[in-house]
């Protein structure tokens, strides 16, 4: 950490910031330049607030140098992280693992129609929400625990590996024996309670970005997990909100090798809710593998139109096969398989 001294501090000032920093455990290096005097403090402890400095009598302006994140950050584990996810799935290496299916599980033949298709095409995890996070109160909220039951037939029928979105402390003793991967939606990123718990259970949770986070937040988030001992957490960019009303959200891509030097933890796209149109989930699926996503979760419908959330940005179930053709080319170009 750096504390820049104004140029009018005097040395009593400087003096009293010294002695607060090694009170607070830190070693400081002390240069005087001809108009200000700079002081590094090492050993910082990662939950130290800067600001508790900046208000001392003599500071100008002081800079973390060190990430407020330990566990999820790149130097952790410079090798970066790969998670088993079972079946033979795992996310963070070689493996472009897609997550397909519908926003909402709406009935046992709608899953399944979809199910069906998405693994022929080669998704290998089937994605659907049993309990929706909504806008309005009066929107369907899903199926609940007749969502996750199905969720989990289809996976098993179809051979296929199952998320589905937690909304809240309750539900996660529920939803274990049905699903294998914990989804956490981009509105509850920052529900810290929920987050623990999770760092609690054994199983991978894909923590999806918030819509106005930042990439330290993300990173803070999945260290609320990481800190329980569950350090299973895959990142997911679903777009964030910007002043753009074209696209349902923005499509950060900046995101994704930016994660990939802050941390070592897997992430993927979610071109589905990143674009809200189904016709640019294709050619943001190909631009986040380049750009080194180790995964992607696409929305997918029998019948866009009828469904019952998200239905613009759905894929029909031709559009999806067409997806993973493309894909096959990028995948390849960047060393990696599906
Ligand atoms: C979803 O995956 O259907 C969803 C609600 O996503 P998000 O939390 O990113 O909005
Ligand atoms: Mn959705």
Redesign the pocket.
Known sequence: MIVAMQESATDEQIQQVVEHLVRMGFSVHRTTGERQTVLAAVGARVDFDTRNLEVLSGVEHVHRISAPYKLAGRSWRPQGTIIELGRGVQIGGDQVVVMAGP?SVESKQQLFTVAELVAKAGARVL?G?AF??RSSPYSFQGMGEEGLKLLREAGEHFNMLVIS?VMEISQIALMMPYIDIF?V???NMQNFNLLRELGKVKKPVLL?RGIAATLEELLLSAEYIMAGGNYDVILCE?GIRTFETYTRNTFDINAIPAIKELSHLPIIA?PS?ATGKASLVNAVSRAAIAAGADGL?I?VHPNPEKAL??GAQSLLPEAFEKLMRDLKPIVEAVGRHQ
Do not use: L
């Open positions: 926003c994605r929400g929706k996070p979105e989804q939606g981009a509105r999806k679903r979610d809710h979760i929305e959330k998200d």
